[in-house]
């Protein structure tokens, strides 16, 4: 019997080697350093045993994430961040470092970290640290390039009186203190003459109440006070259109530009301040949409026979939201059908007596 060998026996169909075919690989450098500017540095790096197209693709990443979290000991860290720092290759410009060390820092690391961003043209900086604010190079606030930094602390700090940031537009601040300017009050953000965003969490004045935002070009501004820190807030900022606030106590806001906001985003939690949310509303009646947690308005129902008075709040308002927590409608699964049951009586009415038109979503959270 004459046995004949099948020509297809052994070999893939066109169909297989489509499918087991290398695409990511065939993508174009710029495509696979932007795939691998999301991923921790530690990961990146090891995508060089993948084959020899991956090889030194890493010494070129656009930014770099070093997490001391994704390393055993403080040795290994710093071993690995020295040596990135040495192979990378210098000629590429590192637009974005996020740096995040929760334990003891060699100073000597971090500096050279700053540094060597600083000294790549890098755009964007994130810094997370327990402590040891006084250790970050100096350079890193005369940065030209720099159009994005967050700074977060464990321990409180106080924020640099002199810095000098001209591309500077989105600043996120997280544990600082601001010290006054010889007017008693603080006015940390004037000399940036760009900043579109703000973010502070958990910062205040160190030794007056008054901390004064004061930006010509600030668009939008985030507020997170999660403790006893009582002060007041003076914006003046004329261009300011979006303005959200979080907090267990709420501060006084004052300013001559308040009109100029549009949208806020309101989550209080104590009923100490429920005077305070009251006059933030007369203050903030020109806005075009509410966006306000339940706790907000469990805030705002408490303050007597607030249902009976007549206020000329928020007429312009054309969106109002109302934010839900899960927890409430997983303990009252009727309430699905009728989510407004889970909102104290009457008051959603009571914040649009100036404008009943205005569009209302319940939206759990």
Not at 31 to 53: E, G
Not at 288 to 301: N, Q
Request: charged letters at 20%; proline letters at 5%.
């Amino acid at each position: 019997m004459l046995l004949r060998r099948n020509p297809k026996r052994g070999r893939k169909s066109e169909s297989e080697n489509e499918e087991n075919k290398d695409r990511l690989s065939d993508l174009p450098d710029c495509v696979l350093l932007h795939i691998l500017s999301f991923v921790n540095a530690k990961y990146a790096v090891q995508t060089c045993t993948l084959s020899t197209r991956w090889k030194d693709l890493w010494k070129r990443l656009p930014s770099l994430i070093l997490h001391s979290s994704d390393f055993f000991t403080l040795k290994s860290f710093a071993k690995f961040v020295s040596r990135l720092l040495t192979l990378r290759d210098g000629s590429t410009a590192l637009k974005g470092l996020d740096f995040n060390r929760y334990c003891f820092i060699q100073p000597h690391l971090l500096e050279r970290i700053v540094k060597y961003a600083v000294s790549h043209n890098v755009q964007r900086i994130g810094l997370s640290i327990m402590y040891g604010f006084e250790l970050v190079p100096p350079c890193i606030f005369s940065c030209e390039t720099l159009t994005s930094l967050k700074l977060e602390v464990r321990s409180k700090a106080l924020f640099p009186e002199s810095l000098n940031l001209p591309a500077l537009t989105t600043l996120h601040l997280v544990n600082f203190a601001f010290c006054a300017n010889g007017n008693d009050r603080a006015e940390p953000f004037s000399s940036f003459k760009r900043l579109n965003s703000l973010t502070i969490f958990y910062c205040c004045p160190s030794d007056v109440d008054i901390l004064c935002i004061s930006s010509t070009t600030l668009c939008n501004l985030t507020v997170d006070i999660s403790f006893r820190n009582v002060y007041t807030i003076d914006l003046s900022s004329p261009s300011l259109r979006t303005l959200a606030f979080k907090g267990r106590v709420l501060v006084t806001l004052t300013g001559r530009n308040l009109s100029s906001i549009e949208h806020v985003n309101l989550e209080i939690w104590s009923n100490k301040y429920s005077l305070i949310l009251l006059s933030w509303l007369l203050d903030l009646a020109n806005i075009k949409s509410l966006t306000v947690y339940s706790s907000t308005l469990e805030v705002l129902s408490s303050i007597p026979d607030i249902l009976e008075l007549k206020y000329p709040i928020l007429g312009g308002l054309k969106s109002l939201k109302v934010l839900v927590p899960e927890y409430k409608f997983r303990k009252a699964p009727a309430m699905l059908e009728d989510p407004f049951s889970l909102i104290p009586y009457g008051i959603v009415d009571f914040l649009l007596q100036n404008s009943p038109s205005a569009k209302v979503d319940v939206i759990k959270c």
